[in-house]
């Protein structure tokens, strides 16, 4: 099996983070791909973000209608910082079968040198990496699979912003999505 795997704080999901799950799972030919919220996002303020029941609840009604597409709940049930590198040895172990994808924007591909036992984290897992606006990925000090998708210029924190002004934010994020946080008053 190939498996893409999608980590993201996912506050809240977007098209940008959809369209790159989409581009990869046909560019490489996977057999899925896995949406994995992170728990504890060690490297955001977690004081700033919604709750993970919250988050994890949003990326499921995003993905509902993609037969493509799964969530998973490993990261959010796991105490402690989010590590990939535990993410990913948890995987293997319960899917020894699976050769992993783990799939991140250009920005989140720069910092992975920051990631914990990146190295040991870059062993076991193929790094695909998809263009984000303005992001140059040269210089990355390991191989990666590059995969071009069409470019959004949106991000999370902007989009908690439009919400949090009552601006609208559909076709940027799924209505499923706009409906929950709206219900749930996420970003006022
Ligand atoms: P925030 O502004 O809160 O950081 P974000 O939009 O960057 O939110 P994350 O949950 O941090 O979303 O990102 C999860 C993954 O999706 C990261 O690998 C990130 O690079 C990627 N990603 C997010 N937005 C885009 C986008 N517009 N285009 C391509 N990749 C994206
Ligand atoms: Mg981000």
Not at 76 to 91: F, H, L
Not at 124 to 142: A, C, H, I, Q, Y
């Amino acid at each position: 099996m190939r498996v893409g795997i999608l980590g993201g704080t996912f506050d809240p999901i977007h098209v940008g983070h959809l369209i790159a799950g989409s581009e990869v799972h046909t560019a490489l030919n996977l057999d899925t791909v896995v949406f994995m919220p992170a728990g504890h996002p060690w490297q955001k303020d977690e004081h700033k973000i919604s709750s993970a029941q919250h988050r994890f609840e949003m990326v499921n009604r995003a993905v509902a209608d993609d037969e493509r597409f799964t969530v998973s709940d490993l990261e959010i049930q796991r105490s402690g910082p989010t590590y990939a590198i535990d993410t990913v040895e948890k995987w293997q172990k319960d899917n020894p079968n699976h050769e992993i994808f783990w799939i991140v924007g250009a920005d989140a591909l720069l910092g992975m040198t920051t990631w914990h036992r990146w190295e040991e984290f870059l062993d076991l897992v193929k790094v695909v990496s998809v263009n984000r606006p303005g992001l140059d990925p040269t210089e990355v000090p390991f191989d990666f699979l590059s995969v071009q998708m069409p470019e959004v210029r949106i991000s999370a924190t902007q989009l908690r912003k439009r919400f949090g002004q009552g601006v609208g934010c559909k076709y940027l994020v799924p209505d499923p999505v706009i409906d929950y946080i709206l219900e749930e008053n996420l970003y006022n």
